[in-house]
């Protein structure tokens, strides 16, 4: 995916085949492919806020939100329900879920909502462990947690490992470190 941005004209463009997407987004500050076939602007607002939206490969808005903000809209859904500040968030392409990372009172765990935007779960960090970011692997979320502890290090002392979201039963599971 070939992503132009025209910041002048607040416009996004790209390829799908032989078709050309245009967006208009009044706070983009760049964009790029994210996923396996979504693209990610990240914006900025006058009052030096930030955030994110998020649209699939035919310029239809996925979800957008704004950092430490408290509501995100996923499609024409608004999810106001969220009990802290989000830090991060993104779409399972694959399950069609929304996945949140949000933090209340120094405690970080993660929401899930289905395709309606319904609340399913709510995942907090495991033991030993605090939830850092998203990742968003080839379309495919992980969530990267920091070990709290000399016991969570691998034998180099790297601490930074990315866990896996169960779909199914809702836990993570580690599988690797953080390259």
């Not at 078709?19 to 900025?44: C, D, P, Q, S």
């Not at 500040?85 to 949000?102: N, P, Q």
């Not at 969570?152 to 580690?174: A, L, M, P």
Request: charged fraction near 25%.
């Amino acid at each position: 995916m070939d992503v132009r941005v025209n910041k002048n004209e607040k416009k996004i463009e790209w390829n799908v085949g032989s078709r050309t997407i245009t967006i208009h987004n009044a706070h983009v500050l760049y964009a790029f492919k994210h996923g396996k076939n979504l693209l990610m602007v990240k914006e900025k607002y006058e009052s030096s806020e930030s955030g994110f939206s998020i649209y699939d490969k035919c310029g239809n808005l996925v979800v957008s939100y704004k950092y430490l903000g408290d509501s995100l809209t996923f499609r024409e859904v608004n999810i106001a329900d969220i009990k802290g500040a989000i830090i991060s968030a993104d779409y399972e392409e694959e399950k069609r879920m929304v996945i949140i990372l949000k933090e209340l009172e120094e405690t970080r765990s993660l929401l899930i909502y289905d395709e309606q935007g319904d609340f399913i779960a709510e995942i907090v960090s495991p033991q030993g462990y605090t939830f850092v970011s998203l990742k968003n692997s080839d379309g495919n979320i992980m969530v990267v947690a920091q070990g709290t502890s000399d016991m969570t290090r691998d034998s180099f002392g790297r601490n930074d490992w990315n866990f896996v979201i169960d779909f199914e039963n809702f836990y993570v599971q580690k599988k690797s470190i953080t390259q």
